[in-house]
């Protein structure tokens, strides 16, 4: 059976070629934190998620330090039952690195994010942004829904994929309960 560029795009990027992602990884590591990018570096993931190769959607490559998850100990002003801290972030890497493409790029509305490619020091994503005030994206039917006013900020409010599945609210069994509220019925 014959498969379509995309099924390809796919299998090629389960098992990328480490010599080539290295190289790119160590130019990435040089480069700015954010870096806005002509095409998406994984086609068939950027597609798959929304994207469109038109005037409004922008591709962002970001770098988040890998680690820092676990909370330091107060050093000093506590009783010693106070003292220790067992908790963890609850985040993942994915969300953080949306929220801060968020928090630089004002005008832009997150839509969705894919991992690249993670090293010793950091981990790699390209965030999928949508302008919302261009009028390619307010006559297209498919995504106008982004520039309704509720959906500003979607990233801190954990609205996007990687932020519901941080809150809790992914079940693979539908008939478990969801997070938002235990007690409800």
Known sequence: MAHGMYHYLAQ???????????????????????????????????????????????????????????????????????????????MNYKWIAEQRVERKYKNLVVLNSYQIGKDGISYFYEVICVDPERPEIKNDSTINWICKPQNKKRTMRGLTSAGKKSRGLRSKNPATKTRPSVRAG
């Open 12 to 90: 090629a990027w389960r098992k990328p070629d480490k010599k080539i992602l290295r190289k790119k990884m160590i130019e990435w590591r040089a480069s700015e934190v954010f870096t806005r990018v002509d095409k998406p570096l994984r086609l068939d993931r950027a597609r798959a998620l929304g994207y469109k190769d038109k005037k409004g959607f922008v591709v962002i490559r970001i770098r988040v330090k890998r680690g820092g998850h676990k909370r330091l100990r107060p050093n000093k002003g506590r009783r010693g039952k106070r003292m220790h801290t067992r908790k963890n972030l609850i």
